[in-house]
């Protein structure tokens, strides 16, 4: 059986650093691995609409956004197809015979979909497109008969709901469809990397977050600005690492070799820490720290950016093309679902 990989985002605006962190550094590690057959990373616009129905503006001018932010971080189209949901229509077809296979309460049930619909504040107007986007997210699974796909924790409940639709076609009909495997990521503090202001979810509606194509000094001022130990008041002071938000963009970004060239009086991490949680190094001191850090990684991220910045006609045109490919693959599972359902009249 081929390995491949179905991965995406949401086009509702620019990626930020959670994203990077949580998926798009891994997708490229996984991308240049040569472990899988096929890589496909979508961007969900319709998903996206299920939410932003009245303002689909908004979801249009952001697919280049993403675009550019995949390719600038080294996602490569030669070996990543990178395509855009809504031009594969079978996906859409794909969904309407999964729903006859899912309760209404199991839908309830699922707690990712419970915690985004109150993130959102839908309390009883909650989009039907939204409410089962569960169903959707299986679809483009095994559009692609992914075997893999890589989430965070917080999204291993839709994982498992898509296990269960596979399941439930399968033992109905015939094999056709795959059975997917969450990949989790390697670094536990980067499956959800907090705001700015310490909450627990980095997000665009929010304001806390930090975006990939952020300009520097707008990155220093977020920094500058970062949650960090509320009773760490003086320099001298023992300081806490929980819930410090500093310390948890340093776990996630930070390595050794970087304290040679910007803060070699330590060696490492962990020296940092213990100087930190037994008094005498600033909030102020570390945050510097961390903006350099930042920018170590970013810069080379934010310079391709702007290259591709010069041509955007040529970035949708990958995405085009990476459409018609994933069309083309999606078709073929539509075909063989619709013959194990028995419902291809006309087909030979």
Request: proline letters at 5%; hydrophobic letters at 35%.
């Amino acid at each position: 059986m081929k390995k491949i990989i179905l991965t995406g985002d949401r086009p509702t605006g620019r990626l930020h650093v959670g994203h990077y962190v949580g998926s798009l550094r891994r997708r490229v590690e996984l991308q240049n691995s040569g472990e899988y057959d096929e890589i496909h990373i979508m961007i969900a616009d319709a998903q996206a609409l299920t939410d932003n129905a009245d303002n689909p503006e908004k979801v249009k001018m952001n697919i280049s956004e993403v675009a550019l932010d995949y390719l600038s971080c080294g996602i490569d189209p030669e070996k990543s197809n990178i395509l855009v949901q809504s031009y594969i229509s079978e996906l859409t077809e794909l969904t309407f015979y999964y729903s006859n296979l899912v309760t209404v309460s199991r839908l309830q049930r699922n707690p990712t979909v419970k915690a985004e619909i109150q993130m959102r504040g839908f309390n009883t107007s909650i989009p039907v497109g939204f409410f089962t986007y569960p169903i959707s997210q299986a679809a483009d699974i095994t559009a692609f008969k992914a075997t893999t796909v890589p989430v965070g924790e917080d999204q291993l409940p839709m994982i498992e709901q898509a296990r269960e639709i596979v399941r439930s076609f399968n033992s109905t009909y015939d094999e056709v469809l795959v059975e997917p495997k969450a990949l989790l990521p390697e670094n536990e503090v980067c499956s959800r990397l907090p705001g700015v202001d310490g909450k627990a979810k980095m997000s665009k509606s929010l304001g806390n977050a930090i975006y990939l194509a952020d300009e520097p000094e707008e990155i220093r001022k977020k920094v500058m600005s970062m949650f960090t130990d509320p009773n760490h008041i003086r320099v001298e002071d023992p300081g806490s690492l929980e819930g410090n938000t500093v310390f948890t963009y340093l776990d996630a970004f930070c390595k050794d070799d970087m304290f040679a060239e910007h803060l070699p009086e330590y060696q490492n991490l962990q020296e940092m820490k213990d100087h930190y949680t037994r008094g005498g190094l600033g909030d102020v001191k570390v945050k510097k720290f961390l903006y350099e850090v930042l920018m170590e990684e970013l810069s080379p991220i934010q310079a391709r950016r702007k290259e591709l910045e010069k041509d955007v006609p040529a970035v949708m045109e990958i995405l085009r093309d990476g459409s018609v490919k994933a069309r083309e693959i999606a078709a073929q599972t539509l075909d063989e679902v619709k013959s194990a359902m028995k419902i291809n009249y006309w087909s030979a």
